[in-house]
């Protein structure tokens, strides 16, 4: 195929959004809107070939697009989408080829799409290619002005068209394959000489034509695809359009979801075959849930790996950790980043996890903070165990050894070791190591006072 290029336009201000922050970098789906045009451009450009133009915000989202390998220019003043190209200029007028044009608040548009229009562009000979779409109600879209041969002769913008042009059902999606030379050689022959002032790059449709170059257009049937947003309303709109996608294609591949329009899924996450997603789960970022796993209603999960099997139990959160084979989480858990729960551990009710490290097999079932802790295979931690990991200053290691067993109410001040099969009994203060197959008490021994009474009752 031949080299393309991308430019992606996302100056504009989206004012409507109301948002301090630049329209673009607003998410759907798990993603900021630009990152998933990002993905749908890399579908026919490398990363160093796609250019995104920048503006209303434009160091923060050059940040979101550059660490993804692209470059990005500068549009200082929105002056129109054919301004907006023009900026690219310096980084493209050399790259031959073909240039795309995408916006970066349409993120529905697919990767295949974007194939599929260079495909034909290229297979059609022509020097542009326009993504079209007819549509029952065409409302403010450019409409597209077709010749005698069925080709592209010009776009028409809704301020600037007749009553009759504005009868035309077939729109403009702003979406362009361009060969790339002839952008470049006539970009600068776009005036200003319409109702809104700006440049506009639809009229390069017509200047190509009456230059002798062909414009053809590629229709597509999902007007989905090219919707963009202007507001919350319509992000959140376009959210839920992204979820439920998601969701139907986790069910089409074996996923069981009940109440599916209750779900949150990110794009990126994976859910294999037979697992269990209950009503009013978040599962978000690069997750990754095993086969028969369940997911109990109102979990949240971030960018953690749940294995095959395990039951992670109703409102329990967990977050950057690893859940082993056929363990048992929650419900009211929380696993606060950097936890790794190996195969059939028991982490129950109101149990907090942090940086700890529990082999197979052991059992914390409830009421415990388990910080900066490594924790041994079949050890049992009792209810209301408490790891003392800050000193103020500084985070410090718990070691439990395997099979051992923690009374409930412990106190285990860090840093402390405490051995293989050794035992702590319920209550204790356990400051020093505890050695391998011993007993640890660290608590007031118990007095009675036979015969007690309280002053207030005492005759003599
Ligand atoms: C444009 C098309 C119209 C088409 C419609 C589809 C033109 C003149 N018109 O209209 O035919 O039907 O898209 O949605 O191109 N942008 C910049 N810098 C600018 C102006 C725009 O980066 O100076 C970006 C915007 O952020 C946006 C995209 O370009 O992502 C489209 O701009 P917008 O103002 O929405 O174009 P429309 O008027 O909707
Ligand atoms: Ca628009």
Request: proline share 3%.
């Amino acid at each position: 195929m031949t080299k393309t290029s991308v430019v992606i336009l996302a100056a504009g201000l989206g004012t409507r959004m109301r948002s301090k922050l630049a329209k673009v970098l607003h998410r759907a789906g798990g993603l900021t809107l630009i990152e998933h045009v990002v993905r749908a451009a890399r579908a026919v450009a490398d990363p160093a070939d796609i250019v995104a133009v920048v503006g209303h915000q434009a160091e923060k989202v050059a940040a979101t697009v550059e660490p993804l390998g692209l470059r990005t220019a500068l549009q200082a003043e929105q002056k129109g989408t054919g301004h907006a190209v023009a900026m690219a200029r310096h980084h493209l007028e050399n790259a031959g080829g073909w240039l795309v044009v995408l916006y970066g608040d349409v993120p529905l548009l697919s990767a295949a799409t974007v194939k599929r229009l260079v495909a034909e562009h290229e297979s059609s000979g022509k020097d542009a290619t326009v993504m079209t779409c007819e549509i029952a109600d065409p409302a403010a879209y450019g409409r597209i002005i077709r010749n005698a041969a069925g080709n592209v002769a010009a776009i028409v913008e809704y301020k600037a068209a007749t009553d009759e042009q504005r009868k035309i059902k077939e729109i403009n999606s702003g979406i362009y394959c361009f060969r790339s030379d002839l952008v470049w050689k006539y970009i600068g022959e776009i005036q200003t000489n319409n109702p809104a002032g700006e440049y506009y790059l639809t009229d390069l449709v017509e200047i190509f034509n009456k230059n002798g170059h062909t414009v053809g257009a590629m229709q597509i049937e999902d007007f989905n695809e090219l919707l963009g947003i202007n507001n919350k309303v319509e992000l959140a709109e376009m959210d839920a359009m992204f979820r439920m996608r998601k969701v139907r294609e986790l069910m089409v591949d074996g996923v069981t979801v009940e109440r599916p329009e209750t779900v949150t899924v990110d794009v990126d996450v994976r859910v294999a075959p037979d697992a269990w997603i209950e009503p009013f789960v978040r599962l978000s970022g690069s997750t990754v849930i095993g086969e028969d796993a369940r997911i109990g209603t109102g979990c949240v999960i971030e960018d953690s790996t749940i294995g095959a099997g395990a039951q992670i139990l109703p409102y329990s959160i967990v977050s950057e950790s690893e859940i082993g084979e056929g363990a048992r989480v929650g419900p009211f858990a929380r696993l606060r980043t950097h936890n790794s729960v190996g195969a059939n551990c028991h982490i129950g009710n109101f149990v907090e996890l942090k940086k700890t490290k529990m082999a197979a097999g052991a059992k914390a079932n409830h009421l415990a903070y388990l910080g900066d802790s490594v924790i041994g295979a079949k050890t049992n931690v009792g209810a209301g165990t408490i790891t003392c990991n800050y000193d103020g200053k500084n985070k410090h290691q718990t070691v439990i050894g395997d099979g051992a067993f923690i009374g409930s109410n412990a106190t285990l001040v860090a840093p402390v070791t405490i051995g293989n099969e050794a035992y702590v009994a319920a209550g204790s203060v356990i400051t020093d190591e505890v050695p391998d197959i011993s007993l640890a008490l660290g608590r007031a021994r118990q007095t009675v006072k036979e015969g007690w009474k309280p002053k207030h009752k005492r005759t003599s």
